[in-house]
């Protein structure tokens, strides 16, 4: 027994470092690609193995301030008998940007068991002014200074303001001027800097009018990186990405996107520690809507006059001519396959000219597609097969297929060709296996003698039946059940009714009500001057007053339906336009700047709030 332990436990460290070593051995390196001049910050290069050697790359344009320093992680593990292991080095340079321009990390290397393994060498983007704060520090001392004037800078809006410089969108185009069909990759991003990202809400993708789109990358979690935008260091993310292919010429807007973002500042004045945080609440969250410029596309068409056999392509392609036999009987099926690869628009190709022999029987075309969505448009093959059956025995040749194209790197037409292909009919049976019968419907060419099963010739035998169900007794009985059935739904539907016209009844006694305790929670807000909470509430007790005394579920809350719904109840115009201008001014101010916040501004709206439901309370 002790044995048979002691076998199993030798066994399991065996496969523990059978394991660790039949691992692929690997060196990578991580390394921020952009960063602001004079910022400290980490190389850190990791190897899957025991090192004898670590050779520390060539730096230009950076200055080593500390390393290689070496951290050892390994684990073992053994589940349900199975035992794994892991092992990682780590060695980490700190080093400070010297100046403005591109700095290079040389290749690094590593000397395991006599072999060496290099990694990649690196060319990092050094923004002057980036405004970018470090993130590895020298020293305890520079790491709480900077973490201190990060926090500084990351919450400076101490009146809970977002400026347009601190968060904005932006639909990033490949190419702004292309050829009718050309691909185009639009990217939509987010671009933050000294500010923390909560969440965001209310996502309004573009609508792309005039182009055929598809989605390339639609990410679950949203992922920051550093990015240099016009020589600033911002965090950007990738909210969507679309491969469009314009569908028709001349200048075409693609309207803007918007979200309505979540921020999380600090409120209140003055230099403060970051401890302060731990002992009070100084942050509070506050929204801003953020817009995309319009883009604007110039799409040209394509030269004329266009080749014949021109087949709508656009991009870069190859084409792929094959006959399934090049001999074949007669009266059996065969095809020519016309294989179409590349890049481009794929998804849109038609079919090319095939001149099949008059003695040939032909079946409608089958279309295969293979291709990816990418940065060039639709990259991969599309396979057009043309089946026939011959009828007669003979050679046949059959012409070269040719096929246009419009070749966006040349900038002009191309036309590809297969040349001349040659078919040897032999003698076939004309109700053989596959024979296809005179009459049929000339589809897709199947193996019509296992398709199609043999008739039988055995006689029929039918019954006649003389009774019928009308004028039974269970017939009477399906009637009165079926008009007891009606009678019970329309108790029912009359019974709901009602209890809907209670509900809308008590709805419209308690709107004034409930109003009037949302202006007071208003009230408070004002008196505390949280302007943010202030609007929100407003707003609430505007909507929730309409819908509870105009029966108007929140779902239809449209301006259009509020409108149209006070005037059927002859509600003056001039109060309506009131109503409007006040729920705008509150939409406004819950997701603009500091001056919708003063003080008399929201007193003025208050009252004015007031006024507009004690109005609608006298004549709705």
């Known amino acids: 027994m002790r044995r048979s332990l002691f076998s199993k436990s030798v066994l399991t460290v065996i496969c523990a470092f059978v394991a660790l070593f039949a691992r692929a051995q690997s060196l990578t390196v991580d390394a921020p690609n952009v960063v602001s001049a004079g910022e400290v910050f980490q190389i850190v290069y990791t190897v899957n193995a025991d090192v004898d050697n670590f050779n520390p790359p060539t730096l230009s344009g950076l200055t080593l301030l500390a390393g290689p320093t070496s951290s050892r992680m390994q684990s073992y593990s053994n589940v349900n008998g199975k035992s794994s292991s892991s092992l990682e080095l780590s060695y980490t340079l700190v080093v400070r940007a010297a100046s403005a321009g591109k700095a290079k990390i040389g290749q690094a290397s590593v000397q395991v068991n006599g072999k060496t393994i290099s990694c990649r060498a690196l060319d990092i983007d050094v923004v002057a002014g980036g405004n970018q704060s470090s993130g590895n520090q020298s020293s305890h001392q520079n790491s709480q200074s900077q973490d201190n004037d990060q926090y500084q800078s990351q919450n400076r809006s101490s009146n809970g303001t977002i400026s347009d410089t601190d968060a904005f969108l932006s639909l990033n185009l490949s190419r702004t001027s292309v050829v009718k069909g050309e691909p185009i990759v639009a990217t939509l991003k987010l671009y933050v800097k000294n500010v923390n990202i909560a969440g965001f809400e209310d996502v309004k993708f573009p609508v792309f009018n005039g182009f055929w789109s598809q989605e390339l990358e639609v990410p679950q979690n949203i992922n920051f990186t550093r990015e240099n935008y016009h020589g600033q260091i911002y965090n950007s993310a990738v909210l969507r990405k679309w491969v469009l292919l314009p569908q028709k010429t001349g200048s075409i807007n693609i309207d803007p996107a918007e979200l309505v973002c979540q921020f999380q500042v600090r409120v209140g004045g003055g230099r403060r ?23 604007t596309i110039a799409v040209k068409n394509l030269p004329s006059p266009a080749p014949a056999d021109f087949g709508g392509g656009v991009g870069q392609m190859q084409m792929k001519v094959s006959l399934s036999r090049d001999s074949i009987p007669a009266h059996e099926a065969g095809s020519i396959t016309v294989e179409l690869s590349g890049s481009g628009n794929l998804n849109l190709l038609e079919a090319p000219k095939v001149n099949i022999p008059a003695d040939f029987e032909q079946y409608d075309v089958k279309t295969t597609n293979n291709y990816s969505n990418g940065a060039a448009g639709m990259s991969g093959t599309k396979t057009f097969e043309f089946p026939f059956i011959p009828r007669s025995e003979g050679v046949f040749e059959i012409p070269a297929v040719t096929y246009s194209y419009y070749d966006i790197k040349a900038g002009k037409y191309v036309t590809l060709s297969s040349g001349p292909l040659s078919i040897k009919v032999t003698k076939g049976s004309a109700t053989g296996g596959s024979a296809v019968i005179s009459g049929v419907s000339k589809q897709a060419v199947a193996n019509l003698g296992s398709d199609i099963r043999y008739i039988s010739n055995a006689s029929s035998r039918f019954s006649s039946r003389n009774s019928m169900f009308v004028g039974k007794a269970m017939f009477f009985v399906c009637i009165l059940l079926l008009a007891a059935l009606t009678w019970l739904a329309d108790r029912m539907l009359v019974r709901r009714a009602r209890l809907r016209g209670d509900v809308r009844r008590r709805a419209n006694r308690r709107a004034n009500k409930v ?38 579920k929140f779902s239809d809350m449209q301006r259009d339906t509020i409108v149209e719904t006070l005037e059927a109840h002859k509600v003056e115009k001039e109060d309506v336009d009131n109503f409007i201008s006040l729920l705008d001014d509150c939409e406004m101010a819950r997701y603009s700047s500091a001056s919708a916040y003063e003080n008399s501004a929201m007193n003025a709206q208050y009252m004015k709030a007031v006024e507009v439901i004690s109005s609608f309370e006298s004549k709705l």
């Open 273 to 295: 520690s970051m401890f302060d945080d731990f002992f009070s609440d100084s942050y509070q969250m506050v929204k801003k809507r953020l817009f995309t410029k319009q883009s």
């Open 515 to 552: 109003a009037n305790a949302r202006l007071k929670q208003a009230s408070g807000y004002l008196a505390k001057d949280l302007g943010s909470a202030f609007y929100e509430e407003l707003h609430k007790a505007l909507l929730g007053y309409i819908s509870d005394k105009l029966a108007i």
